[in-house]
């Protein structure tokens, strides 16, 4: 099980997504979260997108592996479809942030952590505002919250630098051969 986590910009989902494209047989867990959907986003592909009662419904039975509330919304991983990848022998990805990282790492210590880091902040503001998809008011919550999570960083078990996505996707598919 890797976990793969960085700040709102880093380009965890570019890298994953050419990563998985590389690597088929990787199965990439499908977290659940009570956020409106993005105009690019589709249900069960990119989040699965619930009510606040139906998450804390799934996090009440044990359905989650883990959650957590950022940026004022609910996020979570369903257990059963991770379970059932790891039990088939299959690699799993999972995209977190560091509180689920490290709830992750308490429940399955086996779990791989990496970082995911933007080259510099400027780059990083620089994504941020190209995506277009943040208010200023959500841009500088995200910027904030980057700095915090930069800082935690060494939490993780790998760091990768995601200034060129062939590099950032090389030192990804090193660790996971590793």
Not at 10 to 17: E, P
Not at 38 to 53: A, L
Not at 151 to 165: A, G, S
Request: hydrophobic share 35%.
């Amino acid at each position: 099980m890797f976990v793969i986590s960085g700040p709102s910009g880093a380009g965890k989902g570019t890298v994953i997504q050419e990563l998985l494209r590389r690597r088929p047989e990787i199965a990439l867990s499908i977290s659940v979260t009570t956020r409106p959907a993005r105009p690019q986003e589709r249900n069960g592909v990119h989040y699965t997108f619930v009510s606040e009662s139906e998450f804390k419904g799934m996090r009440d039975r044990g359905e989650l592996l883990e959650s957590a509330r950022v940026h004022g919304n609910f996020y979570g991983t369903p257990r059963p479809p991770v379970e059932a990848a790891l039990a088939s022998g299959r690699d799993v990805i999972c995209e977190l942030d560091i509180q689920g990282a490290e709830s992750v790492k308490r429940s399955k210590p086996e779990a791989i952590l990496i970082f995911i880091e933007p080259p510099s902040m400027d780059d990083l503001h620089r994504r941020l505002r190209n995506r277009g998809t943040e208010s200023p008011n959500d841009m500088s919550t995200r910027i904030d919250a980057a700095y915090a999570e930069i800082k935690r960083k060494e939490v993780y078990d790998h760091i990768v630098i995601n200034d060129r996505l062939e590099d950032a996707v090389g030192d990804l598919v090193r660790i996971l051969d590793s």
